[in-house]
């Protein structure tokens, strides 16, 4: 079973930038789409953004033209680059895997997870 794991969160202030990690133990990595979301207290999971099997990507109109995804087949790794912060941007952001489909902003069609990393964004 794929596990994923992330890192990077952290607090940083408004206007700030960081970059999140999601490592894979599955060499079969390449072949899966990985997704970003998050989730604030009290709020649904939201979709961020979203990197395919061939590298197109897509993402939620909050964070166009500030946050990247991008991932490193050979070494299993998905990354999110988050520029220009806003304190809305503070959440839990998971990292997600599926092996199948398009919808690639659905939370519900991801199959693995990993277990979160806090970005708090202060203003």
């Known amino acids: 079973q794929m596990q994923l794991v992330e890192s990077g969160g952290g607090l940083v202030q408004t206007g700030g930038s960081l970059r999140l990690s999601c490592a894979s133990s599955?060499?079969?990595?390449?072949?899966?789409?990985m997704g970003w979301f998050r989730q604030a207290p009290g709020k649904e999971r939201d979709f961020v953004t979203a990197?395919?099997?061939?590298?197109?990507?897509y993402y939620a109109d909050s964070v166009k033209g500030r946050f990247t995804i991008s991932r490193d087949n050979a070494k299993n790794t998905a990354y999110l680059q988050m520029n220009s912060l806003k304190p809305e941007d503070t959440a839990v952001y998971y990292c997600?895997?599926?092996?199948?489909?398009?919808?690639?902003?659905?939370?519900?069609?991801?199959?693995?997870w990993g277990q979160g990393t806090q970005v708090t964004v202060s203003s």
């Open positions: 997600a895997a599926k092996f199948w489909g398009r919808d690639y902003e659905s939370s519900s069609t991801y199959s693995i």
């Open positions: 990197i395919s099997r061939s590298g197109d990507t």
């Open positions: 599955q060499r079969t990595f390449s072949l899966y789409t």
